[in-house]
């Protein structure tokens, strides 16, 4: 894993997009963070095809701090099964001292 991770997941109103994004930042689980949406969405449930509209929340935080993240939105979260996903995240080394920062 990278030292850092962008990690994502969605929500079904923005309202509760914006409460995950809150928890996490104040909780220092995350750095900062973003709410997106609507999107439009297509997914498998329960053996079929289902559409909604979802809002997305991007967070940034350090490699070490994303287990505690990710148990924090699961935690949080409404859905039985949320999508919590990363990727790899570099940036600029005073951004990247901003992060580490942020989450301790």
Do not use: C
Request: proline residues 4%; without cysteine; hydrophobic residues 45%.
């Amino acid at each position: 894993m990278a030292d850092y991770v962008q990690v994502s997941t969605a929500a079904d109103t923005r309202e509760t997009a914006v409460e995950l994004l809150n928890s996490a930042v104040k909780a220092r689980l995350a750095a900062s963070g973003q709410v997106f949406g609507p999107a439009i969405t297509a997914f498998w449930h329960l053996g079929e095809l289902g559409n909604g509209e979802e809002w997305t929340v991007v967070l940034k935080t350090t490699a070490a701090r994303y287990p505690e993240l990710e148990a924090h939105l699961i935690e949080a979260h409404a859905w039985d099964n949320p999508e919590v996903s990363f990727t790899p995240l570099g940036g600029s080394a005073a951004y990247l001292d901003w992060l580490d920062r942020s989450t301790s």
